[in-house]
């Protein structure tokens, strides 16, 4: 089976033909593509700002690892309790009415040990949904803290048991202290 030269070029323009529609079926899916957009990402969430600089911002939204206790394979270590019971109790050589009293007491002590399992983890449970803790009102503030200081005077009201109080006067602001001091050396010099 011989070609003729004209036969391949024929076969080449065909593939040639073919694959320019491959190439523009693909460049219209890429256009289809780029031209839908995405939802904007959330301020603070992306990964590099406008100006270059990469933002951390998300880190502060994610919750704080918890530490995990081992878990008990409870179920496994209860079936081994009743099984050892049961076990016990046959080597014990009792009899049928004693080992079935074991069993019930075995039992008893398993739900008990379950239902106080149960209780512990609703508790964590509620203490983790709990409010915080916010202490009572602090008691009303003392009024006599903000009343200014007074004198006992004896002298004014001599015919009264009560004493007669004052207020004492604060001693001038330092503008008026120039004012009163020449006022009293005036008084003084004209007397």
């Known amino acids: 089976m011989s070609s003729t030269p004209e036969h391949d070029e024929a076969e080449v323009a065909e593939e040639l033909r073919r694959l320019g529609g ?56 209860e079936g081994l ?39 512990v983890d609703r508790r964590r449970e509620r203490m983790l949904v709990a409010p915080p803790y916010v202490p009572p009102a602090p008691p009303p503030a003392d009024p006599s803290w903000f009343v200014p200081p007074v004198e006992h005077t004896l002298l004014d009201n001599a015919e009264s048991t009560d004493s007669v109080t004052g207020v004492t006067r604060l001693p001038p602001a330092p503008d008026d202290a120039e004012a009163e001091l020449e006022a009293t050396m005036e008084r003084r010099s004209a007397d």
């Not at 079935?100 to 739900?111: E, F, I, P």
Request: glycine share 4%.
């Open 22 to 77: 491959q190439v523009e079926t693909l460049q219209a899916e890429v256009r289809r593509l780029t031209s839908t957009s995405l939802p904007p990402a959330d301020p603070g969430w992306a990964d590099e700002r406008r100006d270059g600089t990469v933002s951390y911002a998300w880190l502060s939204a994610l919750e704080a690892p918890v530490r995990r206790t081992p878990q008990v394979p409870r179920l496994l270590l």
């Open 81 to 119: 309790f009743l099984a050892a019971c049961a076990v016990a109790a046959g080597i014990a050589e009792l009899d049928p009415v004693a080992i079935a009293a074991v069993m019930a007491g075995a039992w008893v002590l398993v739900a008990l040990i379950e239902w106080t399992a149960s209780q």
